[in-house]
């Protein structure tokens, strides 16, 4: 019996003194917190490789129209209310000026269109508030062409700014500016309120595009290298536009390796703009880049925040509202598939 007391008790020992000898462990040293790391730094967006495919939903489907949705638009710049916008001729306060990269935002999604083009453009989003009645007026005349669209434009009383009626010829860029009017306004008050700085912003985007290989001179349109602030675009054929396409998250940040830069800007079908849009401003409209002017008509347009309720435009032809109602004398075609809005589908398609 007497050895198995023994055992008994030098196992009852041992067993105590590991117990001592853990908690003296734990007791000696205090337990170390797990060693804090610096959160991963997110690598700033400005100018770094673009995705390696194309974003989801980057084109959309063949009822939204040509032009891939605004990049930029869809996350509001700084100072810019949520929801629709007033119309610039209403009364209320100058908007809040954005930073450059806001600007650079803003105007990314048309900062590659021809001088032109970008200048009806600019100035027709000051008058946001015509721009859903004439994208619907220019896509169910979309089947007229040349100086048959613009006789339906005169015959019809058409009661918009000459800058809204300038884009008619070009109804899937209009759609895009209508169904985007948080864009369209915020693009509008930026022109009325810091045209020097939206003009700016342009050229830091063709410089960035420029640079990176996407501008090109190419069989659509010339890139004009003029000075330092002063790239030009201008059609390869005068009064014969392509109007570009292009995801401004790849065209203004530097390519990936083995990324085909000539890929990146589509076009869509060739457009005519001839003498009849003239009264329109199309007889001398494009940039003073150097000045921060924008020529319509041979004018410079000087129209801002302040003087945005009573400013006429000097027009060749003096250019004068209608003044009795819209008159319709042509046929309208809403349910009619537009046949080149459809072959840009089918290009945006192919390029996915």
Known sequence: MRPKKLISAFFTASLSACVAVTGFA????????????????????QRQYPPPQNPQGQYPS??????????????????????????????YGQPPLLAPQLLDQLVGPIALYPDSLLAEALTAATYSNEIPAAAAWATEHSYLRGDALADA????????????????????????????????????NAVLAQRPDVMDAVQRLRQDAYNYGYLQSNQ???VIMAGPGDIEIVPVTPEFYYVPYYDPRIVFYRPRPGYYVRTAIRWGPGITIGAS????????????????SIIVDNHPWARTWVNRGTYAHPYAEGYRRPEGPRVERHEVRRGERNEHRDRDHEEHRDHL
């Not at 063949?62 to 009364?91: A, C, K």
């Not at 058409?158 to 864009?183: E, T």
């Open 277 to 292: 849009f003239a009264p329109w401003g199309w007889g001398g409209i494009g940039f003073g880049w150097r000045t921060h």
């Open 62 to 91: 063949q009822e939204q129209g040509q032009y891939p949705p605004p990049q930029y638009p869809q996350q509001q710049p700084q100072g810019v209310p949520q929801g629709q916008y007033p119309s610039p001729q209403g009364q």
């Open 220 to 222: 659509y349109e010339r």
């Open 26 to 45: 734990q007791n000696q040293y205090p337990q170390q917190p797990p060693p804090q790391y610096p959160p991963t730094q997110q690598t700033s967006p």
């Open 153 to 188: 434009i005169r015959q019809d009383y058409l009661p918009w700014d000459p800058s809204v009626l300038a884009l008619l010829p070009f109804p899937n860029v209009l759609s895009y500016m209508a169904q985007n009017m948080s864009w369209t306004q915020a693009l509008g």
